[in-house]
Nanobody
Framework: QVRLVESGGGLVQPGGSLRLSCAASANIYAMGWYRQTPGKQRELVAGISNDGTTDYADSVKGRATISRDSAKNTVYLQINSLKPEDTAVYYC??????????????WGQGTQVTVSS
């Protein structure tokens, strides 16, 4: 069992930035961030594997950067130029393969991000 502890959510004004952190209790191949709004499926925001390969949703390309500190088993997600449509609960995920559309791996408890003036 891998435990994931997320931090960094909150209320942000449109155009602002936020940085989410997720610390894992063990090293695992791929880590990523998903988000979910009421009535919608959870969707990938960004993911990164141990070799540094990154994947981004089209909705955040150019605004988001995912990074990883392998020594700390921690992944970070920076999103700039935030929009109201970025409002969601963000979930950290850790999985053994870089297959982001498969329902697998371990999940954090979720952290609310609200973009509003």
């Amino acid at each position: 069992q891998v435990r994931l502890v997320e931090s960094g959510g909150g209320l942000v004004q449109p155009g602002g930035s936020l940085r989410l952190s997720c610390a894992a209790s063990a090293n695992i191949y791929a880590m990523g961030w998903y988000r979910q709004t009421p009535g919608k499926q959870r969707e990938l925001v960004a993911g990164i594997s141990n070799d540094g390969t990154t994947d981004y949703a089209d909705s955040v390309k150019g605004r988001a950067t995912i990074s990883r500190d392998s020594a700390k088993n921690t992944v970070y997600l920076q999103i700039n130029s935030l929009k109201p449509e970025d409002t969601a609960v963000y979930y950290c995920n850790a999985r053994p393969v870089r297959m982001w559309h498969a329902q697998l791996g371990y999940w954090g408890q979720g952290t609310q991000v609200t973009v509003s003036s």
